[in-house]
């Protein structure tokens, strides 16, 4: 699609925690950075019987207590004075027919461009595109475009019926899938680090890499979301998306060019590479938990099963750990180990590679013996940082070895930093589509996680527990191919 510069932008979903949380203060960033184009206007739908003074409160509230001190009245004026608030259900005809009396009324001109963005539950998808359609916001004549936050269905099937469905509306190219994990600056930075250094990409292979682990530990909990989080679980929340997307990331080929398609092209590559896990085997490959009472911080931390509106006999997984394989010619063999739980020790998301030993062993019979192999490591948040650990003579007579750790902070200080969103939304807003997910990497991604997801629905294979505030259930070790491979927990090791 060819750069576009929208003027309507409606949030349905506008008072819920996605809005409030994420969306508002992302397009304050943009509004305080001059990234807003004058005709851009905003359009929010609630269910809320609110009148525009309401709305202009709740913005108001929202953004003073996510951005403190940092919060500017005017900037949020500026941006409260781009909204229209229109109550209704969007579940119900009446809904549309008030937006669409809304949007035709533009303060500055008839737009063609709509931008519709469902931060709503998934399951409401389709409702709502039907409802557009029938309203007249027929996507395939005036170019509209949809937004949908992840997860993208509950397993290859409900997603591809899902995908054929809005398909029927919308086409591939109207259709924006965030994972708001490519937003991050880090997460792009990891294909600035492996592909604008020549150092790097050489030994970025099978040759020289023992195995990679990702970790997306989290510290929170569930907080309120009980509801989604029971019927989903770590794997469909985190893995299948967030983490797919970084081990694909971390492990494509170089793209011919940096566009939606070129990227998306080896990012699926990648996934169609991964070594499909047999039904039998799904035990040695994954293992699920959940977490028992534990402290957090100083926090005391009830048990899964206490949380609110979690049946006390749940078995939904709010840790998952799994190894892949990718094999093509330049991983095969390598274990990709990822991790990601809910109520562990501290929040955490890095990437860490382990080199191979060097080839021979020059120090057999010295102290040197024992070495550790070189590590590096891409922390992607909340410290942002790649550490390089290599290995030298400690100063003196004696022919003994220290680590050194080259250490590079991904920003200097004084330089902000942003949420993942306010780059999805411009790109949105541009119609740049090479941070959304095309419909065959979220089908692949699926079909990657599929034989697990099977697994668990029927089988008896047993929930571990871990205490909250831990580093998951000790049983994640045994996904280890080799005795000397463990997780780390640390960025920096002592
Ligand atoms: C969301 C998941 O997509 O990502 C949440 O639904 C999770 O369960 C969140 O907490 C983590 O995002 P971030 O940016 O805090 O790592």
């Not at 819920?16 to 950075?33: C, V």
């Not at 409900?158 to 937003?183: C, K, P, V, W």
């Not at 991983?331 to 991790?339: A, E, I, S």
């Amino acid at each position: 699609m060819d750069t576009i510069s929208p003027c309507h932008f409606v949030i349905f979903g506008a008072t819920g925690n996605l809005t409030t949380i994420k969306l508002l203060p992302a397009l304050y960033h943009l509004e305080r950075a001059g990234r807003l184009a004058d005709a851009l206007e905003f359009i929010a739908l609630a269910r809320r019987d609110w009148s525009q003074d309401d709305w202009a409160e709740h913005v108001q509230l929202a953004l003073q207590s996510k951005l403190g001190e940092a919060f500017d009245g005017v900037i949020a004026a500026r941006l409260i004075d781009r909204f229209t608030y229109v109550r209704g259900d969007y579940s119900q005809p009446e809904a549309y027919q008030a937006l669409m009396e809304v949007l035709s009324r533009p303060k500055s001109g008839v737009c063609e461009n709509i931008i519709f963005y469902l931060a709503i539950r998934p399951a409401d998808f389709l409702n709502v595109v039907t409802h557009l359609h029938n309203a007249g916001f027929s996507g395939k004549v005036a170019r509209h475009r949809i937004v949908v936050e992840k997860p993208f269905g509950e397993d290859l099937e409900s997603a591809r019926m899902l995908n054929m469905q809005l398909h029927t509306h919308f086409d591939e190219e109207q259709i924006y899938r965030i994972d708001h994990y490519l937003g991050k600056e880090t997460v792009q930075n990891l294909i600035v680090f492996r592909f604008a250094n020549s150092l790097i990409e050489p030994i970025w292979n099978r040759n020289y890499i023992d195995h990679v682990q990702i970790t997306v530990a989290e510290d929170k909990g569930i907080d309120s979301r009980a509801g989604y989080f029971d019927s989903s679980g770590a794997l469909k929340d985190m893995l299948q998306n967030h983490m797919m997307q970084l081990l694909t990331v971390m492990a494509m080929e170089p793209p011919a060019t940096l566009d939606a398609d070129a990227l998306q092209d080896e990012k699926v590559k990648v996934l169609r590479s991964i070594r499909t896990i047999p039904r039998e085997a799904v035990n040695s490959y994954a293992i699920r938990a959940q977490y028992s009472a534990g402290t957090v911080g100083n926090e005391e931390a009830v048990a899964y099963r206490e949380e609110e509106n979690v049946a006390d006999d749940s078995t939904t997984e709010t840790y998952v750990a799994a190894k892949f394989y990718i094999d093509n010619w330049r991983w095969k063999g390598v274990p990709f180990y990822l991790r990601t739980g809910k109520r562990l020790q501290e929040k955490m998301t890095s990437i860490f590679i382990r080199f191979k030993h060097p080839p021979q062993q020059l120090f057999q019979n010295t102290s040197l013996q024992n070495i550790e192999p070189n590590w590096i490591v891409l922390a992607i948040q909340p410290h942002e940082c790649m550490h390089i650990e290599l290995h030298a003579k400690e100063p003196g007579l004696d022919m003994n070895t220290r680590r050194i750790d080259l250490k590079a902070p991904y920003r200097d200080e004084g330089e902000a930093s942003l949420d993942a969103y306010e780059t999805l939304l411009l790109d949105i807003i541009d119609g740049d589509r090479s941070l959304f997910i095309r419909f065959d990497e979220v089908e692949w991604a699926w079909q990657v996680v599929d034989p697990i997801l099977r697994h668990w629905a029927v089988a008896d294979s047993y929930v571990h527990t871990y205490p909250a505030g831990s580093w998951g259930p000790d049983e994640a070790t045994r996904l280890f191919d080799s005795d000397d491979q463990n997780w780390r927990n640390q960025i920096e090791q002592a």
